[in-house]
């Protein structure tokens, strides 16, 4: 199995910017399908982007325009970078691999991270 870890969550004011690291611990990292979703008290979890191996991107739309999603498969870490953050972007953000296709959907993902926190506020 593989570990994911999240790191580069922080305080930040609206409209600043963070990069948000996932990195696979402990095996090799193959999985094809890697995303992240995000997580606020009482929400279910929502689908903000995913990547492939091969690089093919599938961003949802309150973000699309201002996060990236990257992937650096020779040092088994993906990134989301997120510009003009919003306090609505406010989460825990979760890092998410799998070896199937890319999805929007949480149940088709097979390891997740612990989460960082990302705060948006003035």
């Known amino acids: 199995q593989v570990q994911l870890v999240e790191s580069g969550g922080g305080l930040v004011q609206p409209g600043g910017s963070l990069r948000l690291s996932c990195a696979a611990l402990?095996?090799?990292?193959?999985?094809?399908?890697m995303a992240w979703f995000r997580q606020v008290p009482g929400n279910d979890r929502e689908f903000v982007a995913a990547?492939?191996?091969?690089?093919?991107?599938r961003i949802d739309e309150p973000v699309k325009g201002r996060f990236a999603i990257s992937r650096d498969n020779a040092q088994n870490t993906m990134y989301l970078q997120m510009n003009s953050l919003r306090p609505e972007d406010s989460a825990v953000y979760y890092c998410?691999?799998?070896?199937?296709?890319?999805?929007?959907?949480?149940?088709?993902?097979?390891?997740w991270g612990q989460g960082t926190q990302v705060t948006v506020s003035s």
């Open positions: 998410a691999a799998g070896n199937r296709f890319v999805a929007t959907t949480s149940s088709q993902y097979d390891y």
């Open positions: 402990g095996r090799t990292f193959s999985s094809n399908a």
């Open positions: 990547i492939n191996r091969s690089g093919a991107t």
